[in-house]
Nanobody, 125 residues
Framework: QVQLVESGGGLVQAGGSLRLSCAASGRTFSGFAMGWFRQAPGKEREFVAGINWKGDSTYYADSVKDRFTISRDKAKNMVFLQMNSLKPDDTALYYC??????????????????WGQGTQVTVSS
């Protein structure tokens, strides 16, 4: 059973930072691209960031580029999202995700098929 567990969400003021973590278990994710998505109330889930299976290529939504950084620790089966200069528009439930097939790039939202339960990020103005 594949399991992705997010942590690190919380309440932060605009301009602040948070670091989200995702622990993967149930299989080895080192060969799979990973990503982060978010869903705000009343909106569809959207792609935030992705990292390829090697960990040497990253992709970002335009809305978070230059503010968020995705990284992974393959030995520990973990993925991280460092979020800086947070804005109220970043408020959402953030999900960790893994691609369905191995050796992917992490830049196609349609390729992701395993999801965590989400961690809430709230940015106050």
């Amino acid at each position: 059973q594949v399991q992705l567990v997010e942590s690190g969400g919380g309440l932060v003021q605009a301009g602040g930072s948070l670091r989200l973590s995702c622990a993967a278990s149930g299989r080895t994710f080192s060969g799979f691209a990973m990503g982060w998505f978010r869903q705000a109330p009343g909106k569809e889930r959207e792609f935030v960031a992705g990292i390829n299976w090697k960990g040497d290529s990253t992709y970002y939504a335009d809305s978070v580029k230059d503010r968020f950084t995705i990284s992974r620790d393959k030995a520990k089966n973990m993925v991280f999202l460092q979020m800086n200069s947070l804005k109220p528009d970043d408020t959402a439930l953030y999900y960790c995700a893994a691609e369905v097939f191995p050796m992917g790039n992490g830049n196609d939202p349609r390729a992701f098929g395993s999801w965590g339960q989400g961690t809430q990020v709230t940015v106050s103005s």
